[in-house]
């Protein structure tokens, strides 16, 4: 079971809408990650949140936004997505990475959250 | 710069029989590897990891990892495949100063009856 919790499970969306993807983690992890995955492709980097501040942003477009409330929760709001956006949403969590504390700690995986943009 | 390689799309096997999924790297400074599988429409789940220390590594549901320095290898092995061990597999490097965890492309296991 996976100690990374997102919501919801399935999400169906049009091109107007506005959406929310949440994910949640009890692990006392202070690093958290959004990644985009296509069908039979590795998961791609979309932004990494440090001590609830946002590090790396990959470039991401505008129409996804990033929100670190806390250091257990993670939300990804999401307005005016193209169908090029249909994907699985994957939140991670691992120890905070920088110096040798916390830098060999391994990735924990949410069960993600399919987007299918209409 | 840091990456990993998986040069096989596709690996098939019958069950019963050894497996092994590829993985070769390049890093600079110390390599932080990791293997993961995922089953359809699930998460990644964490098989195993190498960090320092013994070049063979073992991890979850039987699966273990040889480091090798010199070929710049971390394949992933099983010695008995499972039909339910049919699933992608990623391998993975972690970048410490960055906090960025580079993917390889993923190879397909096929364990057959």
């Known amino acids: 079971d996976t100690e990374v919790t997102q919501t919801p499970k399935h999400l169906v969306m049009g091109m107007t809408n506005k959406k929310s993807l949440k994910c949640e983690q009890h692990m006392g992890h202070r690093a958290m990650y959004w990644y985009k995955q296509k069908a039979k492709k590795p998961p791609e980097l979309m932004f990494v949140y440090s001590y609830e501040k946002l590090s790396i942003n990959e470039s991401v477009p505008s129409r996804f936004s990033p929100e670190c409330p806390n250091s257990s929760l993670l939300n990804l709001h999401l307005h005016a997505l193209q169908p090029e956006d249909s994907a699985l949403y994957l939140c991670a969590s691992s120890q905070r990475g920088g110096g040798t504390s916390g830098t060999t700690g391994e990735l924990f995986f949410g069960e993600g959250s399919r987007l299918t943009v209409l | 710069a840091q990456s990993v390689a998986q040069p096989e799309d596709q690996v098939n096997v019958a069950e019963g029989n050894p497996l092994t999924v590829k993985c070769t790297y390049s890093v600079s400074g110390n390599p932080y590897l990791f293997w993961y599988v995922q089953y359809p429409n699930r998460g990644l789940q964490f098989l195993l990891k190498?960090?320092?220390?013994?070049?063979l590594v073992k991890g979850s549901y039987g699966f273990e990892a040889e480091f090798n320095k010199s070929q710049t290898s971390f394949h992933l092995k099983k010695p008995s495949a499972l039909v339910s061990d049919s699933a992608l597999y990623f391998c993975a490097v972690r970048d410490p100063d960055f906090n960025k965890f580079y993917f390889g492309s993923g190879t397909k296991l096929n364990v057959k009856p």
């Open positions: 190498y960090i320092t220390g013994d070049n």
